[in-house]
């Protein structure tokens, strides 16, 4: 057996996330349409995989279980949503500019301390986070130095005006 006090090495990272969805063209349309995330490879209807900058993927998308499904109802276990890191604000103010250019409603938007963060649902219902972090040296301590992470209204206006046209 392993030892589990020895923590996970630190360059450990969660590389992709792979969605079942109902449908694969309007999936699509939201992480490649909206978003902005390139297609990197398809397998005709029933899976694709796409990506930021060029990686093999970031986000891979199947029908495989799921063609024509509905969402899982509440108070049942899942996924509670995607994280996507955006690596500035000004690439987070783009974001949510796509968001809303796409009349995609937020779910809320979240200053964390350590993150800003918007929250919305895919097509499918799926959770999706659209966040970037601040500075290691920018975030909150309390007085013995651990983390205080908080949950403040975001003010979503002075973000889109860092977004870089």
């Not at 809303?100 to 999706?128: C, F, T, W």
């Amino acid at each position: 057996m392993s030892d589990v006090s020895v923590p996970v090495a630190a360059g450990t990272r969660i590389g992709h996330v792979h969605l079942k969805v109902a449908d694969l063209e309007r999936a699509l349309g939201f992480y490649c349409g909206v978003l902005g995330f390139e297609l990197t490879q398809r397998y005709g209807d029933q899976a694709a995989f796409i990506s930021a900058g060029g990686y093999h993927h970031h986000i891979g998308l199947n029908t495989w279980e799921s063609k024509g499904g509905s969402p899982p109802p509440p108070g049942t276990t899942g996924l509670f949503h995607t994280a996507i890191l955006y690596p500035t604000r000004a690439a987070l103010a783009d974001a949510l500019h796509r968001v809303y250019a796409a009349g995609i409603q937020l779910d809320g938007a979240s200053d964390h301390g350590v993150s800003e963060a918007l929250y919305l649902r895919d097509p499918d219902q799926n959770g999706v986070e659209l966040y970037r972090d601040r500075p290691k040296e920018e975030w909150p301590r309390n007085a013995d130095g651990g983390l205080a992470m908080f949950t403040r209204r975001l003010d979503l206006e002075d973000l889109l005006r860092q977004r870089e046209l």
